[in-house]
């Protein structure tokens, strides 16, 4: 899996997400795999998922995508900046499904409206306000 952070792709992602979700109040996860402002698989998992549930979902998520070398893991979800428990619980979910499929993880990005940030590493990235990404539909 690709181990650097992509300031620039998930600056995309911030984007996306604002574009997709800027009228709603309530948001719910959703893990991502894939490429950060690329290419990626997307799960809006069940708030009531058990850990080992999370895990082997997650790991049919990764199998299916097709290649590891540049793929991450990462989530969007509403709210603010602070790690909520449910950022824990599919960041443990990721450490048991990355390395049984050889997949070391080295970060783990929370997307939301106001940035991103990695619970991993620390590094983040905030705005002020986001842009939604332009409509490209003619």
Known sequence: M???VSERGFAVEVRRFVTEHHRRRRIAI???????????????????????????????????????????????????????????????????AGPARGLPVESFVVVTRAGWWDLLTGRSRTWARARPLADRGG
Request: a negative charge.
């Open 30 to 96: 959703t893990v991502h795999v894939g490429v950060p402002g690329g290419a990626r698989r997307d799960l809006v998992p069940d708030p009531g998922w058990d850990a080992g549930l999370r895990a082997d979902v997650l790991g049919r998520l990764l199998d299916s995508y097709a290649s590891h070398d540049v793929c991450s893991l990462w989530l969007s979800r509403g709210g603010g900046a602070a790690a909520t428990d449910a950022d824990l619980a599919w960041l443990r979910a990721a450490r048991v």
């Open 2 to 4: 690709e181990q650097a």
